[in-house]
């Protein structure tokens, strides 16, 4: 049985956010494209983020559930020992590997 | 419909947001300290900056008939100076016993580094000492899963912590499970571009469910929004949830995990 709040089918939810999500979509393949477009591309696309994002957008197909979680985990930094120093760090949105 | 903002930076805020707040519905806010987005280079900085938390902010909220509360603490991307840590550290106790400061953050881990869990271990210390409230900043981006379970391992292993009364805010899909089972309250932010929007917020009500969740809006000098919860409300309404389930997730439950402190009032 489905939880009282949801007075929408699924087919609702997909016709209430279709469009939002189709233009994010197309925000991801132009920024795909102008990566590519741009001088030096083989190297970005050779780049730790770059393959994370690819890894994420491998899981979206992937049909499975939980796929928020799974793309947070496949951007995150899976070691667990402190780092000597945080002095000149910042984050950059996906590991870079072990330094 | 009325609403409590348990997380937002008013330093960095106009005199007119507090308007906006104010006709919005949300009369009672928390700010917690933070990085003000510069390193300052002396514990007398620290000084000045709790001073406007607990004097200047109240007074200005106040003639919008907003209540503000406030959090002291040493945040963690300034906490890699161990030396100026401990100095602000010791500055903390006076701050604290303002009549509208609620506990000790926001504290955490920026980068996870050794500095950071050393400034992080102080001020728990200070926390159970004094019996305080426990606002916790989870890392961003990268660093939030592995720092979000260095902080728990090392809050749980001190038995004179009540997981109860700390809020590890900053949750995201991946560290809420986690949190949740262990016994913490668990904090979602609204901020457009890097973390939760309002949709991905109500998935996670309707996932995880309200039990413990607090929702903020994180506003402070970056892009940001003071109005956002009002907005993940009303996302909430149109995915039809009743106003009880609305009200629950913006008033009811922040007001019941700040209300663990004796000095919040609702306005
Ligand atoms: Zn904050």
Redesign the pocket.
């Known amino acids: 049985m489905s939880p009282p709040y949801q007075t929408m089918d699924a087919l609702e939810i997909l016709e209430l956010y279709f469009i939002e999500n189709r233009a994010r979509l197309l925000d991801i393949a132009s920024f795909l494209d102008r990566i590519d477009r741009y001088e030096g591309a083989e190297a970005a696309r050779r780049d730790y983020r770059y393959t994370a994002f690819q890894s994420a957008v491998d899981l979206l197909k992937s049909g499975a559930a939980g796929r928020t979680a799974a793309i947070q985990t496949i951007f995150s930094d899976p070691t667990t020992e402190p780092l000597e120093s945080a002095v000149g760090l910042k984050a950059f949105g996906a590991w870079k590997g072990e330094a | 419909m009325k609403a409590i903002d348990p ?1 937002i ?1 008013m330093v960095s805020r106009t005199t007119d947001d507090y308007l906006q707040l104010t006709i919005a519905g949300i009369h009672t806010i928390a700010e ?1 300290a ?1 990085w003000a987005g510069f390193d300052r280079t002396s514990a007398a900085g620290f000084r000045d900056y709790f001073h406007i938390l607990t004097v200047t902010e109240p007074a200005r909220a106040a003639r919008f008939g907003v209540k503000h509360y406030c959090w002291i603490g040493m945040n963690a991307k300034e906490a890699e100076n161990l030396t100026m840590s401990e100095d602000v550290l010791a500055l903390m106790p006076e701050f604290l016993d303002a009549p509208t400061a609620l506990g000790i953050g ?1 504290i955490g881990l920026n980068k996870n580094s050794r500095n950071e869990i050393k400034t992080l271990e102080l001020q728990l210390d200070l926390a159970v000492r004094r019996n305080e409230l426990i606002l916790i ?1 989870t890392p961003h981006l990268e660093d939030k899963l592995k720092g979000t379970r260095i902080i728990m391992e090392m809050i749980l292993s001190e038995p004179r912590i009540d997981p109860g009364r700390v809020m590890i805010d900053h949750a995201e899909e991946h560290t809420i499970r986690e949190i949740k089972d262990s016994g913490f309250w668990f904090g979602l932010t609204l901020y457009p571009h890097s973390k939760g929007s309002p949709e991905r917020a109500i998935d996670v009500v309707e996932l995880y469910g309200a039990e413990r969740l607090c929702i903020n809006s ?1 506003a ?1 000098w970056s892009v940001s929004d003071p109005l956002s919860i009002l907005k993940c409300a009303n996302e909430m309404r149109r995915r039809g949830h009743s106003e009880q389930a609305i009200g629950n997730v913006f008033y009811d439950n922040p007001k019941t995990f700040l209300s663990q402190c004796p000095k919040f009032q609702v306005g």
């Open positions: 997380h930076h917690p933070f926001e900043h994180s402070d």
